[in-house]
C-alpha cells in the first residue's frame, strides 16, 4: 500500500494466478505467501474451472475468489478466456455456455469479468466488439504470455483499436502466473480505495479507479481547462518515457523522453476520441494508464 500526495491508500494486488489446484507449481498456500512477501494486498487465486473462496490469509492479505473459464480452441473460430474475481457465489458456468453467457452470469454473481489475454488469444475486433459493456476489464499485459514460455504477452494496440470504435475497455496487467519464474510477481495493479476490502476493492476496479505497472507509479488525468491529458509520476521512480497513443495518424508529439520525469503532457489537437498513456522507468519497466476518453 501506498498514499498518494492527495492521501489516497493504493493497494497492491494481482488479479489472475494458478497453483496446483490446475497447472500451477505453487501450492495455493505457497502461492500466497509468495505474494505477500513481495508486498501484495490482495490476490485472486484462478484456477482453471476451480472456484477459489473470498477470504483473508493468516498474515492479512485479501483473497478474492476466482476461476478461469476458457472457451473455443481455433483462433478462426474464437478463442475466449473469461476470468471471475470477487464473486459472491459460484457462477456455476459451464462450457456449453460460451464467453457472452459465462461473463454475464459472473456479474450476477456480483464479480468481476475479465477478458484475459486477448493478444495471446488473438482475439479480433469482430470477436470482441460483441462483448462491449459486458467486460469489466481485459489485461493489456500478461506475464505468463511473455517469453520463454509464449509470445504476444501485450495487448495494447488490440485495446486502441476498440476505443477506436467507441468500445473503451479498462485494462489491468497480470502475471497469469503458472511457472513461477518470470511471470510472478511481475505485472500488477494499484487500486485506490478508502480501505482494503472486497467490497472497496472490486468498486474501485468497476469505476476504473485502478492502473497497472511493473514499477513505476503515475497519476494520469484530463485538464479541460489547458486542453490536455496530463502525467505525474513520483521522482524516485525514474520514470526516462512517457508515450501517448490515441486515434491522431498525425501528430507533433507522440513522446516526452528525459531522466526522472515527473511531469509530462499530451496537448490535444481536437481530432483525438481517446489518449492512452504508457510509461518507462530506467531499468525498462512498463506502467500501463487507463485510457481516457475525450469528448470532441
Not at 511473455?146 to 489491468?172: F, H, M, Q
Not at 497497472?212 to 479541460?224: I, K, Y
Not at 528525459?258 to 481530432?271: I, K
Amino acid at each position: 500500500m501506498y498514499t498518494d500526495e492527495h492521501g489516497n491508500l493504493w493497494w497492491k494486488g494481482n488479479l489472475h494466478t494458478h497453483t496446483t489446484r490446475s497447472d500451477g507449481r505453487l501450492s495455493p498456500e505457497d502461492c500466497i505467501a509468495l505474494y505477500r512477501a513481495h508486498g501484495y494486498d490482495f490476490l485472486a487465486l484462478t484456477d482453471h474451472w476451480k472456484l477459489s473462496e473470498n477470504a483473508v490469509s493468516d498474515d492479512g492479505m485479501l483473497l478474492l475468489s476466482g476461476c478461469e473459464y476458457d472457451f473455443g480452441r481455433r483462433v478462426q473460430e474464437g478463442i475466449y478466456h473469461v476470468v471471475a474475481i470477487g464473486c459472491e457465489r459460484d457462477p456455476m458456468v459451464t462450457r456449453e455456455d460460451g464467453a457472452r453467457a459465462a461473463i454475464d452470469k459472473i456479474r450476477e454473481s456480483g464479480g468481476l469479468a475479465d477478458l484475459a489475454h486477448p493478444a495471446w488469444s488473438m482475439n479480433t475486433l469482430d470477436q470482441l466488439l460483441p462483448l462491449d459493456g459486458r467486460v469489466d476489464f481485459t489485461e493489456i499485459f500478461n506475464s505468463v504470455s511473455d517469453l520463454p514460455a509464449n509470445c504476444r504477452p501485450y495487448s495494447g494496440e488490440i485495446i486502441d483499436l476498440l476505443a477506436s470504435r467507441g468500445a473503451v475497455w479498462k485494462t489491468a496487467a497480470v502475471d497469469d502466473t503458472h511457472w513461477y519464474r518470470r511471470d510472478a510477481c511481475r505485472a500488477y495493479v494499484w487500486v485506490r480505495a478508502a480501505e482494503c476490502t472486497r467490497e472497496a476493492i472490486l468498486a474501485a476496479i468497476r469505476a476504473g479507479d485502478f492502473y497497472s505497472t511493473e514499477s513505476p507509479r503515475m497519476a494520469v488525468t484530463f485538464d479541460g481547462a489547458a486542453n490536455c491529458v496530463r502525467v505525474r509520476c513520483p521522482a524516485e521512480d525514474r520514470v526516462s518515457m512517457v508515450t501517448y497513443f490515441t486515434d491522431t495518424a498525425w501528430t507533433g508529439h507522440r513522446s516526452d523522453v528525459g531522466e526522472n520525469l515527473t511531469d509530462a503532457a499530451f496537448p490535444l489537437t481536437g481530432r483525438e476520441t481517446f489518449v492512452r498513456v504508457e510509461v518507462r522507468d530506467a531499468d525498462g519497466r512498463c506502467g500501463w494508464g487507463q485510457t481516457v476518453r475525450i469528448q470532441n
